[in-house]
């Protein structure tokens, strides 16, 4: 939070090594406060269920956060989804791949072929052609997409997700 709004954490407000259950929650109470402040949406989030380590709220959490950070970064190149979307398509067109995304959700993603292929079209030599898989088995899915986060770890790009993500 600290880094998608520099200045906002009130760093006295916060217990670097909490000593009890009772400090934990207060910082994450504190948390929940800041990213509410950062305009996210965390309806039914508490500190408390942070601190538990409630699973699927610290993902929902998590989700909010790298979409901050991501429509942060695309209103300082003065873009939108729809401008990367169709930047993305026109890259991977460009590499002779008929796979095209209608969208950021898009099923074909799953394979990790337009991934490989965009990375390919943006850094050439980051990936050898015969390492991208056809992607239609899902051991041929699996391996593009851990060599997709792999790739975008090396490029130096904010990575957000795991392999496991992208097949989902």
Same mark, same amino acid.
């Given at each position: 939070?600290?880094?998608?709004?520099?200045? *906002?954490?009130?760093?006295?407000?916060?217990?670097?090594?909490?000593?009890?259950?009772?400090?934990?929650?207060?910082?994450?109470?504190?948390?929940?406060?800041?990213?509410?402040?950062? @305009? !996210?949406?965390?309806?039914?989030?508490? @500190?408390?269920?942070?601190?538990?380590?409630?699973?699927?709220?610290? !993902?929902?959490?998590?989700?909010?956060?790298? +979409?901050?950070?991501?429509?942060?970064?695309?209103?300082?190149?003065?873009?939108?989804?729809?401008?990367? !979307?169709?930047?993305?398509?026109?890259?991977?067109?460009?590499?002779?791949?008929?796979?095209?995304?209608?969208?950021?959700?898009?099923?074909?993603?799953? *394979? @990790?072929?337009?991934?490989?292929?965009?990375?390919?079209?943006?850094?050439?030599?980051?990936?050898?052609?015969?390492?991208?898989?056809?992607?239609?088995?899902?051991?041929? +899915?699996? !391996?593009?997409?851990?060599?997709?986060?792999?790739?975008?770890?090396?490029?130096?790009?904010?990575?957000?997700? @795991?392999?496991?993500?992208?097949?989902?």
């Amino acid at each position: 939070m600290e880094r998608l709004q520099p200045g *906002s954490v009130d760093w006295d407000r916060v217990k670097g090594t909490p000593k009890n259950k009772y400090e934990k929650v207060a910082n994450c109470n504190y948390a929940v406060k800041m990213a509410k402040e950062l @305009g !996210l949406k965390l309806t039914g989030i508490s @500190g408390q269920d942070i601190a538990e380590g409630n699973e699927k709220l610290l !993902l929902a959490v998590w989700w909010q956060l790298m +979409r901050k950070d991501f429509m942060q970064f695309l209103d300082e190149l003065d873009m939108d989804q729809a401008h990367v !979307l169709t930047w993305a398509n026109a890259q991977v067109a460009r590499r002779g791949t008929d796979i095209q995304l209608s969208r950021f959700g898009d099923p074909a993603i799953k *394979s @990790g072929v337009f991934l490989l292929q965009l990375m390919k079209a943006v850094a050439p030599k980051a990936i050898k052609e015969d390492d991208i898989k056809p992607g239609r088995s899902e051991l041929d +899915r699996q !391996l593009n997409a851990k060599l997709a986060i792999s790739t975008s770890h090396k490029m130096g790009a904010r990575v957000f997700c @795991g392999w496991q993500d992208i097949l989902e």
